[in-house]
């Protein structure tokens, strides 16, 4: 039995959603009242972190909070109730506006899941204003969950594109990393790529490394998930085996080289400074990491 992947810095949530209240406006307007209640302020991605005496949210009561479009974002044990609003950050002395590349595996697993969830609503509310069926503009509704169009009565949920990501190894346990040809020269990372309508993960996994660098895998596993909503993927990782004696034959739109592995290999190319160690964001890391047996040289902290 394949194991999981232990953590991963954008799956650790811990608020309860209280989907239920969503369109229970007596519930909003009390919890929107509550002193105890407190609200993350985004703007284009990012919201107020203070780094002492650790990375932190800065979370206002909503008396502090600016006028903006309102999302509920959940609740935790002891009823202390969250929301997102979308606004200008205000000025903080101790504080300075951050998005989730720069601390989202610093933050503690309350906030992660906070500014996960309300990165990725802003993303999408802002790119979906308009109906798509009739062209008018729509409404927010469900604490932020949905919009509606007032024209013709339809719903719109938020968007997320499913992609698999893949750790491939061989039969002498060497992993497959590649470089994309917008990627810096020191860039590396494993292959992934967006399911496709009609199609299962499995089949993306395979789909994903025959068209990205020629080969064919078996033994494909599941792992785990993590959101990515830089917009609004959610990555799924595998890991799968495929020969290492078949020559590589890259796709140059989608991989500029690509190259087997041992660990040794791996650990003098970052110690070298040929390629740059991953931080422990993505999940690709993860499952780097997973491969190597620990964290890799010169790894920074995001």
């Not at 494909?220 to 004696?245: C, E, I, K, N």
Request: aromatic share 6%; charged share 25%; hydrophobic share 40%.
């Amino acid at each position: 039995m394949t194991e999981s992947l232990e953590w991963l810095a954008l799956s650790r949530g811990t608020l309860d959603r209280v989907a239920l209240h969503r369109t229970d406006d007596a519930w909003l307007d009390d919890a929107w009242n509550d002193p105890k209640t407190r609200v993350l302020v985004v703007r284009d991605g990012r919201a107020l972190v203070a780094y002492e005496p650790s990375p932190a949210l800065l979370l206002v009561p909503p008396d502090r909070a600016p006028d903006g479009e309102r999302w509920l974002l959940g609740a935790d044990d002891d009823g202390t109730v969250y929301f997102g609003v979308s606004g200008e950050l205000p000025a903080i002395e101790g504080t300075e506006p951050a998005g989730l590349r720069r601390v989202g595996a610093l933050l503690g697993d309350r906030d992660s899941g906070l500014l996960t969830h309300a990165v990725a609503l802003e993303h999408w509310h802002n790119t979906n204003r308009y109906c798509p069926r009739c062209g008018a503009e729509t409404r927010v509704s469900s604490a932020g969950h949905v919009r509606v169009c007032p024209r013709d009565g339809s719903q719109h949920f938020p968007r997320v594109d499913p992609a698999v990501i893949m750790l491939v190894t061989d039969e002498a346990d060497r992993v497959l990393l590649a470089r994309g040809p917008q990627w810096p020269a020191d860039r590396r990372s494993i292959l992934a790529g967006f399911v496709e309508p009609g199609e299962s993960l499995e089949q993306a996994v395979a789909r994903e490394v025959k068209e990205e660098v020629g080969l064919a895998v078996r033994d494909v596993h599941y792992l785990g998930s993590q959101p990515w909503p830089l917009p609004q993927s959610l990555m799924l990782g595998f890991t799968a085996r495929a020969d290492g004696d078949v020559p590589l034959n890259p796709d140059p739109e989608e991989i500029l080289d690509a190259a087997w592995y041992t660990r040794d290999d791996l650990r003098a190319a970052i110690e070298s400074g040929e390629i740059v160690a991953p931080g422990p964001l993505s999940i690709a890391a993860q499952l780097i990491m997973r491969w190597y047996g620990g964290e890799l040289p010169k790894m920074p902290d995001f």
